[in-house]
């Protein structure tokens, strides 16, 4: 799955307006910004929106994003990503929860909990 790749990737956040879906498409706009490193529990609710459209036109085989949980940890200066799944596989649909931390400091992914 693309999931641990698209949180560990830095993106450079090109402009790219609703005519250009092949750029939004494109490696111009896949990761994370690096100001949601930085950024405090307000954003929590535009992060969940973001990373729901990013992780449907990059990893084509999530049939439902069910969850999408962050969490912000200031003593370990990181942030903790709980996302659950229906995706799709050869032998059918199959449900996955998928959690990683990320450093804020370099976006190094580091297993969850």
Not at 50 to 58: I, P, Y
Not at 82 to 110: L, Q
Request: with cysteine; charged share 20%; glycine share 6%.
């Amino acid at each position: 799955m693309q999931i641990e790749m698209l949180l560990q990737s830095i993106s450079p956040e090109r402009l790219a307006g609703s005519a250009l879906s092949h750029v939004k498409a494109s490696n111009l706009c896949f990761g994370l910004p690096m100001n949601w490193a930085v950024a405090g529990g307000a954003r929590d609710t535009m992060i969940r929106q973001e990373l729901q459209q990013r992780l449907k036109r990059f990893e084509p085989r999530i049939n439902l994003l069910s969850e999408i949980e962050i969490q912000s940890d200031e003593q370990n200066n990181s942030i903790s990503f709980y996302i659950v799944a229906t995706v799709a596989t050869e032998s059918g649909s199959k449900k996955i929860a998928f959690e990683k931390t990320i450093s804020r400091m370099d976006h190094n992914v580091r297993q969850g909990s």
